[in-house]
């Protein structure tokens, strides 16, 4: 019998990023970005992202994965707003990642996953 190569991947929410976690919820966000660290490179299509704010808790399926360089990268194949609907261009989306906790070096040193998330 083949084994389910699928697994359950964890993706927390800061509360003050509850208005990300909400735009994924309600699927006016479908693209959910972190920097490509270990901890997230091995995130394949058909995994199960179980996103955690608080206290509450949804899960969903992973559509697509791709890794990404750089911010400009993954900004010619994604338009900002499918990654935070309140960014609308390169500067805005530099911004929201950068104002992460430690996100500019981690981005420059691991690069970006982008997951397609339904």
Do not use: Q
């Not at 019998?1 to 697994?7: E, I, P, T």
């Not at 919820?25 to 996103?51: F, M, Q």
């Amino acid at each position: 019998m083949a084994k389910n190569k699928s697994k359950i991947i964890i993706l927390r929410f800061r509360i003050i990023n509850k208005d990300i976690f909400e735009a994924i919820k309600n699927g006016k966000k479908k693209v959910e970005t972190r920097a490509a660290t270990e901890r997230y490179r091995n995130i394949k299509a058909g995994d199960t992202a179980k996103l955690i704010c608080g206290k509450d808790v949804f899960e969903m399926k992973v559509k697509k994965v791709a890794i990404f360089k750089s911010i400009v990268a993954i900004l010619k194949k994604y338009k900002p707003e499918t990654i935070n609907p309140k960014t609308h261009t390169v500067k805005e989306a530099r911004g929201m990642w950068h104002s992460f906790p430690g996100y500019k070096d981690k981005i420059r040193k691991y690069g970006l996953i982008a997951l397609e998330l339904e």
